[in-house]
Every structure is written in structure tokens, then in C-alpha cells.
């Protein structure tokens, strides 16, 4: 099974949050609807006397074994055969959040209406050769996305597969 | 159509997938929200704006954009957008206006601004432009045409100090040639927030394995990726500057060859950087003397290096333009100015882009001389601006519309006002409530519009025509991808319906903005239909790149020909020649006892990313971003104050308060606070004194004055 | 020889689950089913939901029948299990039927804990919300209007008087603890949504017990010493035990459920356990605790599949989670809140009107947090527990944006 997914540089990442509001305006996240699919956390630590500040840029990650799937009572959330994509069904979604206690990345998001909804690696800009928004717009290409074993290959980029750790770790540059 | 074929186009739809099936198109257009004029494909279904994303081949953003440009859905779209010409009816600042016809509107204002004219003469009016920058060569020509030298914009405070500071050394401005330098010092800016879309050169430039030393007290993305970072106290750049100085002549890492045939008071300049030892400069920096000479060899032993600095932040001190010039004077002291991979002089032209192509730019702006019009408005303070800078000083305005001296001020015809940018913006607004007729142009409406006589609507850079000529001279002229929201107008349409009714007969003007644009890239011959027939611009060749060197034939447009380290013209206005370092006005070692009260030090207005000055506060995106005002301390002082985060505190000066959170980060070095500027009821600019000002531009000292943060106890201030 | 076979025990969210994992495996041998309910897997956790009205009846039900075939079970159901004895490696059935096997998942669930009061016997007294028939027996009583009593406000007790207040009834919510939420919520956070229950119309006592109930004229009397109510429904939500009576203690370790390792296996060869049945080892505490959520109990299924078809998975440890609308609210608990150890220190931060955090902190390091309306954090304060991060990381990363 092909499985599509993010990539991340750490080293790249500003904290523009350019890839935030990308993501609100191609999924229309305003008024009632779930707030920004992608956000953005910092990190501070102070090595030596050098304080260092680093931003993670985050949403789903399309986890190989994802850990939502199980969770849902009324299995609403499906990874797509064609792409490994995670997706909601929001018709079957009951608004109870064990999806939001299961996620250890906070990717589902709720909107007016009391049901999740996430990201989907925008699949079908995908689909049509396009990159998903939030990519698209990184104005330092901290953000990439493709079939993880090109990604993975890809030495700077191995940071999108370590999550809180890698922030705690020793990057530098 | 089948149940199937209707759901995967309704998925497509939604997908927001350009194209016939799903009735959506890619038009291109330019984002205005801030200067840097990056190409977006502005998506649009029925009419309206959908999504936007940068276009790919546009060479300014190549297909990037910023938080703020992907917010111009919700910007243009905003409720708070002015739909049609609006009278007030009620009292100043009150909000309470009435719709008027545009026929009306402008009927009004000429009618008013010929009274005017005719009683107190033409001076008496003020055209001044805020952050907006394509309608500047109009409105000055306007001004002058209706005989007022008062042509004043927001570059009374932003960016033109350090063209004047270059112009002073050099003769010229000149630009970082970063495609093909080896070390960058970059001092004080931020190009991951200011402008992210190009920032890309610097990722690029580290990939390559440029040098970087980065100067600032900010701690930001690039000072972790620099291989040093010289965190200075705010204010000090000068004397970091002449501390280099003394460590690259000390060692002889100067280039001889250019110091001995290229420039003037040399010896002056070496002899007064003797005392600025790293020993001395640590003390006044606050940096360790071997963190100066390591960044002061490292910049004059790689070449070719080159020297960044931003809009502002060197000249937002009250010793701005000598700061800045002390930067500077380290290009031609290494040997670095106009030469590959150093500092890159490109003649500028149609609003300060570095295009390199010859026009009419001044010609249409200044069809007055100066002699046949009145003094202008900070002429008298700030002569040597007033001899570089072809606008008047806007820092001056409020106090000459409460003095009345030496003429009084009597109407402002103004193009997105906002009276926070002035320091003591209370001032200025008081200011406002004086004057006797104030035109306000905007998209929205601000709190500077409400003491507007007369509201008028001005349509988004996508609801109207355009040109950009970028500096690697791709040309595109944008047609309106959607129609103007409400029944606002361009503002170059404006202007030039207000000088058809004031009488000012502008055969130019009346042709229309297409006509006027042939007239200034006549020089190149460049026009408008020729760019009009490419809707996704063009590359303009057949012109010679900007050659290097050019020095060689021309010599320096300095009083002596050369580069100048002792200013000539600094010399006879009574100013200091050479690029001394004063302390902030307000500083621990200033006023100490000020200090003693006030112990912090308060530096504003660095960018935020999904900021533009206050432009986008009231788009919710970016707003939902950062919704509070709020000031970064260091962990340490806030600990000292007993400050958590996101508490409310108390910033305050000896001129004011003002409540805001607090934002415990490393951002910001012990002992400095850094606040972003603009925040309606949180607006720091207040605590500012309104002639805190440098000497020679009248720049604010926004990014160097003294400050204290207590805990909130409760409402007070 | 004939094939391998795997029994399980249960037809719920565990055992269904450990039987698609053991055939995701490749597991070729026989996999039989028992369940003393006789009808497709329920999942108890959608109950509250189908009785508000979002969810219809036969979506309670996750998985249909075609899932036995799919996955060639043979079910016996309808016949609860009386004895299992784990080292002959067979059970027995009410129906006095025998089933051997190669390996067993012991997953039969739990069962709500009515307590010892007088009256209570008389098991048409009260209602509960577990079974599939005592839903919808519960659903059948409510008309609109009357008065119910909840007995027991744990979070099912919060959820059924939401449920009962919305659908036109009187609502009196009695703890006997002197909080909402004894066992998952600092008393902070229970006081907040007290008065946020009260808010809503539901009249909350504590510090109450029930003396004893009698039948009235079709309705309950419930005495409460002081004072007596007469309810419509008399809804008990005082807990749930393991269903383990069938389990020889002498064989198979059991404390409040049958005690596995992070294999999901007892400590007799062969037999493992899973869901509400088990108790396995909390993160936190190093001690085995029950963790009774609908997740968990498909995530240890899963695991137990996996091994009894010859994989060797482990799963990690577990941190107590609890996540659920209240009304107009989120409310979770994750981790530890109470009972932890005593050395703890508790940060509450409030996030603008209705949004409040409340964590606790073990040497800075984060043990536990009870969130309303903030629990976009949730599954990332979880994480931090399992990384172990300082509080002061979840300070600067989380909590600021």
C-alpha cells in the first residue's frame, strides 16, 4: 500500500504560520468550522548560555498504525487504500472525542457542528498534481510532502517522524 | 450526470481544483497587504475570491506567500470594508457617517480645498500617503499641481532615513547581492517575518554554506541558524559598528586600495574609531570583546561579503542615520561596496525598486520646483532630509497643525491615515480633531477615518489594475480578478477625479493611470500594452545588467566625489561629519536616573509575522494568530517581577502605561522588552515622547528608549 | 490432529477485535466465540448517545452479523461460560456444553455493580445503562416529564442525568462522596462543573447516600434518611465489575479483573485476557489498574489477537484516560488525578470564559490533568506523560499560541 505523508525540516521552520491560515483558506475554516487542520508550537530551551528557539509545524500525520481508527466507536475514520490517507466520515461522526484523547499530534478538530474533522493531506490536489496548501506555501520549504519513502530518504527531513522528542533533542541549525 | 460523476465533481469543488468542471479559475493578481508585491492566482468561482496561493512564476515570490497574503480572502472580504463615500455627521471619532455619491464626495472636497487654497494658500493642505505605495508618484504630483509642497508619507518614519544615511556616505543607495556572496552580516532584520516569501535566499545562502553573523538583541530563526550572533543592547549598532571598525583596521583587514583612491576622511574616521577598542564596545554592547573581533574578522576576511539591514530597525534610534552610517561606512572600509557578492548599487526607480531602468519617476512626482511653492513641513528642522528626501517630514505635521507656525495647517487629504504610526500618537490624533477638513482614503474603517470629514472607499490591489516591475525586471500589469467590493474606487482614479474637480487642469493626469505610467518608463520604452499583452507577466529583456563597479567612471555623487567617512554636507548643516555614536536619548548609561525608575530597556515595532503594522488585526486569521497585545520579556525579568505568563502587566515610561499580557520568551535578551506596535487601546507608540527623534532624518527612537513592567494589580494603569 | 482453536470468551469491542487480528495475522485455525447475549457486537459507550437521539439503534451495534462469516467464527451464543479451567484448557458452558481450546481470551466484559441497599433486590426497582436490553429498557421508561433520580455521579451518572434533563425529566444527581467525579476530578475541577450541571437544571446533592428504596404506586420511593424522593426512574451508575465469576482464582491471578501482562497474557500459559475483564499495568502507578473504555478494550483485543495467532506484540503501558461531552462541554481526564502519590503539586490555569486546566505535577514532570473545554490538548498532554515532559514544556508549547 503507497502511503503518502508530511515531511518536516526543523531547521527551516520559522514560526511564520503561513502554513496555518494556508490550511484555513483551502478547507474555509471561518466562522462555525473547525479551526486551522495545521498549527504551529514553540519551543524554547536554553543550551549552555545560547538560547535556542525552535517551531514544529503540526497536523495529522497519517500514522501507518493510526491510533484514532481503533478508537472510534462508530468507525467514522478510515485510511484510504490509495494513499494511506486518514479521513473522516463526518456523516457517521457522533462528536465524542476519543479521537481527540488518541491522538498524541491533536490533529482532529471540531467544528459548529460538534463533529471532527482533520486534515487530508489535501488528496485530491494531490490527485491532480498539486501540493497540499499549507506545502504549497512554506516560504522556506520546511514543509514537504510525498510518498514517505522518498521523504525518508531525504537526510534533513527525517524529523517528521519523531515528534515531542525531536524537539527536546539537540538540533542545531 | 450520474449520482457518482456528481459527487467526485462536488469533491473536486470543494477540493477548490481549478478548472471547466468545476467552474473555478486562476486569475493572477498582487498582494498589497504589504510592499513586497508577491504574485498570487487568486481563485475564482461566480465572481468571487475563493483561495489564493503564490504564483509560481512570479521571480518575487516564485510561487511562496506570507500568512498575511493568505489571508486576503478574509482581508478583502472584511465587513468592515467602506462600501461607498461616507459624510460625517456626528462628532470626531464618533464612527457616525452618512453614505454620500461619489459625485458629491468630490464635489465637497474640491469645493473645500479651493477655499482653502484661496485663503490661506496651498500649503495650507496636506497630501500625505500611508502604508500604500503605488499611488505615491500621483498624489505627489497632485500636491504639487494644486501648489502645495506638502506631499508627506509613512517613509517619514520607515525606510527613506537609511537611503538619506547612504546618500550621505556613498551618494547612492545600494543593495545585498546575495546571490553570490560568501558571509552575510545582517543586521537587524528579521527577512523570515518581514518579508518570508524572499526569504528563501537566505535558506538557500546557509545551504551553500554562506557565512552569517547576525546582529540584533531579537533572537530570532536566522540568529539560530547564524554562525554568530552579536546580541546587542538595543541602540548600540553604531558602536558595534565602529568596534568592527577598530578590529578590521587594528589587523589591517581593510582594503587599502579602495580606502587611499576612493574615499574621503579616512584618517579622520580612524583616528575617532581608535577608541571604540572591543574593550570599550563590549562595555557600551554589552558583548564579550572576542564575540566583536570574531565577527569583525570573519566579515572582512570572506569575501565577498555584504551587509543586510531592513527598513528601519538601524534608523529607529535617536541616533538613527549616524547608526546607520557606521553600518554602512564597513562596505567600502572592506572593500565591499559595488562589488560581486557585496553591496550592489542599482539605480532604483517607480517606488525605490532596484530595477535598474531608466524613467520619469521624478519628472511626473515633482512638476512643481520647490522654490515656486512654500518651506515645507519639517524643512526647517531636518535640512539635510529635506535636501535628499523629495517629500516633506510627516513627524513634524501634528506640531505644526497645534502651532500654526510657521503657516498654518489646515486640511488633510489623506490615503490610509493612521495616526498610531506618529510617536505620541495621542498627539497626533489631538492633532486630527484640530484641523479644519480631513479626507480620509481606505479600505476600511479605522479608527483614524472616523474623525474624517469625508470617508472615501478604496478597492483592494484585486479589484483594480496594477503594475509591478520587479527587480529581476519581471514586468506584469493585473487586470481587477474580481469586481470592486461595495463602490469602491482605485486610488489613482481618485486622485485623478480630485484634480479634474479641483480645477487643476493635468492633461497627463486626465489620461488615465496607463497614460501616466507610458509617460515615466517613456525613458526605457517600456509600455503598458506591450506588458498588458502577457496576463501572466513577462520577463522585460533586451536591457544590460546593472554593471559593478560603476564608481570607477562616475566616481561618488558626494560634495567630493568620493565616499565619504567625514560627510561634507553633515559638516556644513552643523552636524557631526563623521558617523559618531550618541546613546539613546533614554538610556542606563544616558540617564541613568531615568533608568533607575525605568530599568528596562523598550525596543518596538519588530514584525511579527501575521502583522502588517495594524492592517491585519481585524482579519480574523491572523488576528486568531495573536489575539492580545502583548510584550515579550525575558524569563528572567519576569521571574524578577514575579510575572507569568500570559499575565496582565503594566509597560509603562515616564510618558504613559498601557495594560498588556506579558509573553515570557528567550526572544528578547534580559533586560529588554520588545512590544509590537499599532494595538488599538494597547497602541505603545503613546509611551513614546513625540520628538524622541534622531537630529538629522526625525525618526522616531522607536526601537531604544527606557521602560518598566509591573504585575497588574487589578484595572489601574 | 485437528486445527488449532482459539476460544474466546465475550463479544464485545475486545473479543471481536482479537478474533480480525488473529485472521489479519493468517491464523488458519478454528476461532469460536462465546457470549451468553445472543446478537451482534454492542459497543455500551454509543448507549448515551442513542439515547439523546444522535446515534439510531442499529448503529450501536458496529459490527453486523456478516463479520462471524467474514471471519469464520463459530458462535456460541446465548450460553454464558460457568468455569473455565485454564490448564486443562477448557470451559464450560451454562448450557453444560464443554469447549476446548488451544488458547483462550478471556474478554466477557463487566457488569454494572448495583450496591447492597434494601430494596434493591427487586431488580425491576432501577434501571442501568450497560446491556443492549437495559437500554433500551431505560429508553422505554423515559416519558417526558416525571422525576428521575441518578445514583452515582461518575461520569456515566453526569452523562444519563444530561440525557434524562433533555428529554423533559426532573433530574436529581446523589454521590455519595462530597464531589462529582470522586475518582477522576480534583475537587476544583468537580466544584466547576457542579454549578455548571446546576446551571443546566440538574440538582446535585453529595455527601448523600441511598438507605433504601421501595415501589410505589409504579414508581420508587428512594429513601435518603433526611429525606425522601419518589422517582420515575431510579437510575444506578454506581460502577462496573468484571465479569470474572467463572475464573478460578487459584489458577488465573485475578484483583478487580484477571491480571495480564503487555502481551495481554495471565499468568497461565495460553489464556489471555483483555477489556473490561483485565487489569493491566498503569504507567503511572507501576501497579495493575482497570482501564474501562471502549478504545482500550479493541486496542488489548487487538494485542491478544495477535499473540494467541503466534505473534509476539506488546502493547505499552496504559495511562488512564476519560474524555466525554457534558452538555455543551468537554470535559477529560487524563492520567492521574487522585490516589497518584501524595508528593504532588496541582497548577490550575483558566483559558478565557468556560476553558480550565488543571494539572498535576510530580517533581515538575506532569501526572495527570483534568481539562473542560480545552481538550484539544488531550491526546498531546497524554503524550507528555508517556514522554515524561516537564510541565514547563507543555507551559511554552501547548498552552501558548
Same mark, same amino acid.
Given at each position: 500500500m503507497m502511503q503518502y505523508g508530511f515531511s518536516f525540516d526543523i531547521s527551516r521552520c520559522t514560526g511564520c504560520m503561513a502554513c496555518v491560515i494556508a490550511c484555513q483558506d483551502q478547507n474555509d475554516s471561518e466562522g462555525d468550522n473547525p479551526p486551522s487542520f495545521r498549527y504551529v508550537i514553540k519551543y524554547e530551551k536554553v543550551q549552555g548560555t545560547n538560547p535556542l528557539i525552535y517551531f514544529f509545524s503540526i497536523s495529522c500525520q497519517h500514522c501507518g498504525d493510526a491510533p484514532c481508527i481503533m478508537v472510534c466507536p462508530v468507525r467514522a475514520i478510515k485510511k484510504r487504500d490509495e494513499d494511506g490517507v486518514v479521513v473522516i466520515d463526518r456523516d457517521l461522526c457522533i462528536g465524542c472525542h476519543s479521537c481527540e484523547m488518541a491522538c498524541p499530534f491533536g490533529a482532529p478538530k471540531f467544528q459548529g457542528d460538534g463533529r471532527m474533522a482533520k486534515c487530508d493531506l489535501c488528496y485530491t490536489r494531490i490527485e491532480k498534481n498539486m501540493k497540499p496548501a499549507c506545502v504549497r506555501i512554506c516560504p522556506t520549504g520546511a514543509l514537504g510532502a510525498g510518498p514517505i519513502e522518498e521523504l525518508s530518504k531525504k537526510k534533513a527531513e527525517k524529523a517528521s517522524f519523531v515528534f515531542l522528542t525531536s524537539l527536546v533533542g539537540d538540533y542545531h541549525r | 450526470m450520474s449520482k457518482g460523476e456528481d459527487a467526485s465533481i462536488r469533491r473536486l469543488i470543494k477540493a477548490k481544483i481549478p478548472g471547466k468542471e468545476t467552474g473555478i479559475e486562476i486569475k493572477k493578481g498582487l498582494c498589497s497587504i504589504c510592499n513586497a508585491q508577491c504574485g498570487i492566482d487568486v481563485y475564482v468561482k461566480d465572481g468571487r475570491l475563493i483561495k489564493t496561493e503564490g504564483t509560481l512564476e512570479n521571480p518575487v515570490n516564485k510561487g511562496r506567500l506570507c500568512v498575511k497574503g493568505v489571508s486576503n480572502k478574509q482581508y478583502v472580504y472584511h465587513r468592515e470594508r467602506i462600501r461607498s463615500p461616507l459624510l460625517r455627521v456626528g462628532e470626531k471619532g464618533s464612527d457616525r457617517f452618512v453614505p454620500i455619491s461619489w459625485d458629491e464626495a468630490l464635489d465637497r472636497i474640491a469645493l473645500r480645498l479651493n477655499e482653502i487654497k484661496e485663503e490661506s494658500g496651498p500649503e495650507s493642505v496636506v497630501f500625505f500617503t500611508g502604508f500604500?505605495?503605488?499611488?505615491?508618484?500621483?498624489?505627489?504630483?497632485?500636491?504639487?499641481?494644486?501648489?502645495?509642497?506638502?506631499?508627506?508619507?509613512?517613509?517619514?518614519?520607515?525606510?527613506?532615513?537609511?537611503?538619506? +544615511?547612504?546618500?550621505?556616505?556613498?551618494?547612492?543607495?545600494?543593495?545585498?547581492?546575495?546571490?553570490?556572496?560568501?558571509?552575510?552580516?545582517?543586521?537587524?532584520?528579521?527577512?523570515?517575518?518581514?518579508?518570508?516569501?524572499?526569504?528563501?535566499?537566505?535558506?538557500?545562502?546557509?545551504?551553500?554554506?554562506?557565512?552569517?553573523?547576525?546582529?540584533?538583541?531579537?533572537?530570532?530563526?536566522?540568529?539560530?541558524? +547564524?554562525?554568530?550572533?552579536?546580541?546587542?543592547?538595543?541602540?548600540?549598532?553604531?558602536?558595534?559598528?565602529?568596534?568592527?571598525?577598530?578590529?578590521?583596521?587594528?589587523?589591517?583587514?581593510?582594503?587599502?586600495?579602495?580606502?587611499?583612491?576612493?574615499?574621503?576622511?579616512?584618517?579622520?574616521?580612524?583616528?575617532?574609531?581608535?577608541?571604540?577598542?572591543?574593550?570599550?564596545?563590549?562595555?557600551?554592547?554589552?558583548?564579550?570583546?572576542?564575540?566583536?573581533?570574531?565577527?569583525?574578522?570573519?566579515?572582512?576576511?570572506?569575501?565577498?561579503?555584504?551587509?543586510?539591514?531592513?527598513?528601519?530597525?538601524?534608523?529607529?534610534?535617536?541616533?538613527?542615520?549616524?547608526?546607520?552610517?557606521?553600518?554602512?561606512?564597513?562596505?567600502?572600509?572592506?572593500?565591499?561596496?559595488?562589488?560581486?557578492?557585496?553591496?550592489?548599487?542599482?539605480?532604483?526607480?517607480?517606488?525605490?525598486?532596484?530595477?535598474?531602468?531608466?524613467?520619469?519617476?521624478?519628472?511626473?512626482?515633482?512638476?512643481?520646483?520647490?522654490?515656486?511653492?512654500?518651506?515645507?513641513?519639517?524643512?526647517?528642522?531636518?535640512?539635510?532630509?529635506?535636501?535628499?528626501?523629495?517629500?516633506?517630514?510627516?513627524?513634524?505635521?501634528?506640531?505644526?497643525?497645534?502651532?500654526?507656525?510657521?503657516?498654518?495647517?489646515?486640511? &488633510?487629504?489623506?490615503?490610509?491615515?493612521?495616526?498610531?504610526?506618529?510617536?505620541?500618537?495621542?498627539?497626533?490624533?489631538?492633532?486630527?480633531?484640530?484641523?479644519?477638513?480631513?479626507?480620509?482614503?481606505?479600505?476600511?474603517?479605522?479608527?483614524?477615518?472616523?474623525?474624517?470629514?469625508?470617508?472615501?472607499?478604496?478597492?483592494?490591489?484585486?479589484?483594480?489594475?496594477?503594475?509591478?516591475?520587479?527587480?529581476?525586471?519581471?514586468?506584469?500589469?493585473?487586470?481587477?480578478?474580481?469586481?470592486?467590493?461595495?463602490?469602491?474606487?482605485?486610488?489613482?482614479?481618485?486622485?485623478?477625479?480630485?484634480?479634474?474637480?479641483?480645477?487643476?487642469?493635468?492633461?497627463?493626469?486626465?489620461?488615465?493611470?496607463?497614460?501616466?505610467?507610458?509617460?515615466?518608463?517613456?525613458?526605457?520604452?517600456?509600455?503598458?500594452?506591450?506588458?498588458?499583452?502577457?496576463?501572466?507577466?513577462?520577463?522585460?529583456?533586451?536591457?544590460?545588467?546593472?554593471?559593478?563597479?560603476?564608481?570607477?567612471?562616475?566616481?561618488?555623487?558626494?560634495?567630493?566625489?568620493?565616499?565619504?567617512?567625514?560627510?561634507?554636507?553633515?559638516?556644513?548643516?552643523?552636524?557631526?561629519? &563623521?558617523?559618531?555614536?550618541?546613546?539613546?536619548?533614554?538610556?542606563?548609561?544616558?540617564?541613568?536616573?531615568?533608568?533607575?525608575?525605568?530599568?528596562?530597556?523598550?525596543?518596538?515595532?519588530?514584525?511579527?509575522?501575521?502583522?502588517?503594522?495594524?492592517?491585519?488585526?481585524?482579519?480574523?486569521?491572523?488576528?486568531?494568530?495573536?489575539?492580545?497585545?502583548?510584550?515579550?520579556?525575558?524569563?528572567?525579568?519576569?521571574?524578577?517581577?514575579?510575572?507569568?505568563?500570559?499575565?496582565?502587566?503594566?509597560?509603562?515610561?515616564?510618558?504613559?502605561?498601557?495594560?498588556?499580557?506579558?509573553?515570557?520568551?528567550?526572544?528578547?535578551?534580559?533586560?529588554?522588552?520588545?512590544?509590537?506596535?499599532?494595538?488599538?487601546?494597547?497602541?505603545?507608540?503613546? &509611551?513614546?515622547?513625540?520628538?524622541?527623534?534622531?537630529?538629522?532624518?526625525?525618526?522616531?527612537?522607536?526601537?531604544?528608549?527606557?521602560?518598566?513592567?509591573?504585575?497588574?494589580?487589578?484595572?489601574?494603569? | 490432529m485437528s486445527k488449532e482453536r482459539i476460544l474466546i470468551l465475550g463479544n464485545g469491542g475486545a473479543g471481536i477485535n482479537a478474533a480480525i487480528a488473529a485472521r489479519k495475522t493468517g491464523f488458519k485455525g478454528e476461532i469460536a466465540m462465546v457470549s451468553e447475549r445472543d446478537g451482534p457486537v454492542f459497543n455500551p459507550m454509543l448507549s448515551p448517545y442513542y439515547l439523546k437521539g444522535i446515534v439510531p439503534w442499529e448503529r450501536c451495534f458496529p459490527f453486523d452479523y456478516r463479520i462471524y462469516k467474514e471471519l469464520d467464527i463459530r458462535c456460541h451464543f446465548g450460553t454464558p461460560v460457568v468455569e473455565l479451567d485454564g490448564i486443562g484448557q477448557e470451559v464450560t458452558l451454562g448450557d453444560g456444553k464443554k469447549i476446548s481450546f488451544d488458547r483462550c481470551l478471556i474478554a466477557t466484559g463487566a457488569s454494572p455493580v448495583i450496591p447492597a441497599i434494601e430494596g434493591l433486590e427487586d431488580h425491576s426497582l432501577y434501571k442501568t445503562i450497560r446491556t443492549p436490553a437495559s437500554v433500551l429498557d431505560l429508553n422505554g421508561a423515559i416519558r417526558g416529564g416525571g422525576k428521575a433520580v441518578v445514583l452515582g455521579a461518575s461520569l456515566v451518572g453526569l452523562k444519563a442525568s444530561e440525557i434524562l434533563k433533555k428529554r423533559g425529566m426532573e433530574v436529581i444527581l446523589v454521590e455519595k462522596e462530597m464531589q462529582v467525579l470522586p475518582y477522576g476530578a480534583h475537587p476544583l475541577i468537580a466544584g466547576i462543573l457542579t454549578s455548571f450541571l446546576e446551571e443546566k437544571g440538574i440538582e446535585v446533592r453529595l455527601g448523600i447516600t441511598l438507605k433504601g428504596a421501595k415501589p410505589w404506586k409504579g414508581r420508587v420511593i428512594c429513601d435518603f434518611g433526611e429525606k425522601k424522593e419518589i422517582a420515575d426512574i431510579l437510575l444506578i451508575c454506581t460502577g462496573v465489575r468484571a465479569n470474572i465469576d467463572f475464573i478460578d482464582p487459584r489458577q488465573i491471578m485475578i484483583d478487580k479483573g484477571a491480571i495480564v501482562d503487555n502481551r495481554m497474557a495471565t499468568n497461565v500459559e495460553n489464556i489471555y485476557a483483555a477489556g473490561d475483564a483485565c487489569q493491566v499495568m498503569d504507567f503511572l502507578s507501576n501497579r495493575h489498574r482497570w482501564f474501562g473504555t471502549w478504545g482500550f478494550a479493541c486496542k488489548q483485543g487487538l494485542v491478544a489477537g495477535k499473540n494467541m495467532a503466534g505473534e509476539d506484540v506488546h502493547t505499552a503501558d496504559f495511562v488512564m484516560e476519560n474524555i466525554s461531552p457534558i452538555f455543551d462541554w468537554m470535559y477529560a481526564q487524563v492520567g492521574q488525578i487522585k490516589g497518584y502519590r501524595n508528593d504532588v503539586t496541582y497548577e490550575y490555569l483558566k483559558d478565557g470564559k468556560d476553558g480550565h486546566y488543571l494539572f498535576v505535577l510530580h517533581e515538575g514532570v506532569v501526572s495527570g490533568a483534568n481539562l473542560i473545554n480545552t481538550t484539544h490538548l488531550a491526546g498531546m498532554i497524554r503524550q507528555a506523560i508517556y514522554k515524561r515532559l516537564p510541565f514547563s514544556y507543555i507551559r511554552q508549547t501547548l498552552l501558548i499560541r
Open positions: - | 500604500p505605495k503605488w499611488l505615491r508618484p500621483f498624489l505627489k504630483r497632485l500636491a504639487h499641481n494644486f501648489g502645495s509642497p506638502n506631499y508627506m508619507s509613512e517613509s517619514s518614519t520607515c525606510y527613506l532615513a537609511t537611503v538619506l +544615511a547612504n546618500r550621505l556616505t556613498y551618494g547612492c543607495s545600494f543593495v545585498p547581492d546575495l546571490k553570490n556572496t560568501k558571509c552575510i552580516l545582517n543586521w537587524s532584520s528579521n527577512p523570515y517575518y518581514s518579508s518570508a516569501p524572499q526569504a528563501i535566499n537566505f535558506v538557500e545562502a546557509l545551504e551553500r554554506g554562506v557565512k552569517i553573523i547576525d546582529v540584533g538583541p531579537l533572537n530570532t530563526t536566522l540568529s539560530r541558524q +547564524a554562525d554568530i550572533h552579536l546580541r546587542i543592547r538595543p541602540g548600540t549598532s553604531g558602536a558595534l559598528a565602529l568596534g568592527i571598525a577598530h578590529v578590521i583596521i587594528e589587523e589591517d583587514l581593510y582594503d587599502r586600495e579602495f580606502v587611499s583612491n576612493w574615499t574621503y576622511g579616512f584618517e579622520e574616521y580612524r583616528a575617532y574609531v581608535k577608541e571604540y577598542t572591543p574593550e570599550v564596545t563590549a562595555k557600551i554592547t554589552g558583548l564579550a570583546p572576542q564575540e566583536i573581533i570574531a565577527g569583525a574578522r570573519l566579515y572582512a576576511r570572506t569575501k565577498p561579503a555584504t551587509i543586510v539591514t531592513s527598513a528601519s530597525v538601524t534608523v529607529h534610534h535617536t541616533n538613527g542615520v549616524q547608526n546607520h552610517r557606521a553600518i554602512t561606512a564597513l562596505i567600502g572600509l572592506t572593500g565591499n561596496f559595488d562589488r560581486p557578492g557585496g553591496n550592489h548599487v542599482v539605480p532604483t526607480s517607480y517606488y525605490h525598486r532596484a530595477t535598474g531602468f531608466d524613467t520619469r519617476e521624478e519628472e511626473f512626482e515633482q512638476t512643481k520646483n520647490w522654490e515656486e511653492m512654500a518651506k515645507r513641513i519639517g524643512e526647517e528642522e531636518y535640512p539635510v532630509w529635506s535636501r535628499f528626501i523629495h517629500e516633506a517630514q510627516a513627524v513634524s505635521l501634528p506640531f505644526q497643525i497645534m502651532s500654526g507656525k510657521p503657516y498654518p495647517v489646515r486640511a &488633510l487629504v489623506g490615503f490610509g491615515v493612521n495616526y498610531r504610526m506618529w510617536p505620541g500618537s495621542d498627539f497626533m490624533k489631538k492633532s486630527l480633531e484640530r484641523l479644519e477638513f480631513f479626507v480620509d482614503v481606505d479600505l476600511f474603517m479605522t479608527d483614524t477615518a472616523k474623525f474624517a470629514d469625508i470617508v472615501l472607499p478604496a478597492s483592494s490591489s484585486l479589484e483594480r489594475s496594477e503594475l509591478s516591475i520587479s527587480p529581476s525586471r519581471y514586468a506584469i500589469w493585473t487586470e481587477p480578478v474580481i469586481p470592486p467590493v461595495g463602490d469602491s474606487r482605485s486610488d489613482v482614479d481618485i486622485i485623478i477625479e480630485l484634480s479634474k474637480r479641483l480645477n487643476l487642469n493635468d492633461p497627463l493626469l486626465s489620461k488615465g493611470h496607463e497614460a501616466c505610467l507610458d509617460f515615466i518608463f517613456e525613458p526605457s520604452n517600456i509600455r503598458i500594452e506591450e506588458i498588458k499583452k502577457h496576463p501572466g507577466g513577462l520577463i522585460l529583456g533586451g536591457f544590460p545588467r546593472t554593471p559593478y563597479e560603476k564608481y570607477k567612471k562616475t566616481g561618488f555623487s558626494t560634495p567630493t566625489g568620493k565616499m565619504e567617512f567625514a560627510s561634507v554636507i553633515l559638516r556644513e548643516a552643523g552636524y557631526d561629519p &563623521l558617523p559618531v555614536y550618541r546613546e539613546p536619548k533614554y538610556s542606563p548609561i544616558s540617564t541613568p536616573h531615568i533608568a533607575a525608575m525605568y530599568p528596562l530597556i523598550l525596543t518596538t515595532g519588530a514584525r511579527l509575522p501575521m502583522y502588517m503594522h495594524s492592517r491585519m488585526y481585524r482579519v480574523p486569521w491572523t488576528r486568531g494568530l495573536r489575539p492580545d497585545p502583548m510584550v515579550d520579556i525575558n524569563p528572567k525579568d519576569g521571574e524578577e517581577r514575579g510575572i507569568k505568563q500570559n499575565e496582565r502587566v503594566v509597560l509603562s515610561t515616564p510618558r504613559g502605561s498601557i495594560m498588556v499580557k506579558a509573553n515570557l520568551t528567550e526572544y528578547v535578551p534580559p533586560g529588554v522588552v520588545n512590544m509590537y506596535h499599532g494595538f488599538p487601546g494597547a497602541d505603545v507608540n503613546e &509611551l513614546i515622547e513625540p520628538d524622541y527623534r534622531d537630529p538629522i532624518s526625525g525618526y522616531p527612537g522607536y526601537k531604544s528608549l527606557l521602560c518598566d513592567i509591573r504585575k497588574s494589580n487589578g484595572g489601574d494603569l | -
